[in-house]
């Protein structure tokens, strides 16, 4: 008893860790990290995670909060799909704010391309939630591993060890939400598939 307890509490918390809403500031902290855009000034790289971080994490996750306390839902509420249209609008319209402000500061376009890969992730999993409650969770891993690999023939590098680590991310994050029943097996594999199409284009286009 004692054991699948802790197995659900560790699954609980690495649902919590890579909850979607941090990948994009993951992505651009890749970028800085591994690309020539380290090359950058660092108080202009702080700027951009600091923007990106406030649109796409703190001001969503918020405004999620705050409806549901307002509807007086508790937080498996938003694990229904009848009760994630309101969460994935504020997610969505927080995420093209950003990618407006991007836009006004004239951020290269490598750079907001990774905000444009989360957002048409973000759409298309709005959409499909009218019918299935794919894992938005998987879809996020997904896209960053479309990302990666659309990333790799852009910049030309080798992408093995990047896409072993993800696709091992995305095996333990869907394996979680299965143990939490969130998401059957079909929901999580739907998520990462559907994630890893809308990453690539997202970057490509």
């Given at each position: 008893m004692r054991r699948n307890r802790l197995i659900l509490t560790m699954a609980?918390?690495?649902?919590i860790v890579f909850t979607p809403f941090y990948l994009p500031l993951m992505g651009l902290l890749a970028l800085f990290l591994f690309t020539y855009l380290?090359?950058?000034?660092?108080?202009?790289?702080?700027?951009?995670?600091?923007?990106?971080?406030?649109?796409?994490?703190?001001l969503p996750t918020t405004l999620i909060r705050l409806y549901r306390h307002y509807q007086g839902w508790p937080l498996l509420k938003l694990m229904q799909r009848e009760a994630r249209y309101v969460p994935y609008v504020i997610s969505?319209?927080?995420?093209?704010?950003?990618?407006y402000v991007m836009q006004l500061q004239h951020v290269a376009h490598i750079?907001?391309?990774v905000v444009v890969a989360a957002l048409i992730t973000q759409i298309i999993c709005a959409i499909i939630n009218h019918w299935w409650k794919i894992s938005t969770?998987?879809?996020?891993?997904g896209a960053t591993t479309g990302a990666v690999v659309a990333f790799s023939l852009i910049f030309g590098f080798y992408p093995l060890w990047w896409l072993c680590f993800l696709i091992l991310l995305a095996g333990v994050l869907g394996t979680?939400?299965?143990?939490?029943?969130?998401?059957?097996?079909?929901?999580?594999?739907?998520?990462?598939?559907?994630g890893v199409a809308a990453g690539f284009v997202g970057i490509v286009l």
């Open positions: 609980n918390y690495i649902s380290s090359m950058l000034h660092w108080g202009y790289k702080v700027h951009l995670l600091l923007l990106v971080w406030l649109f796409t994490c703190l969505i319209v927080c995420y093209f704010v950003c990618l750079i907001t391309s969770h998987t879809a996020a891993v979680s939400r299965m143990l939490l029943r969130i998401h059957s097996l079909g929901e999580i594999v739907g998520g990462y598939l559907i």
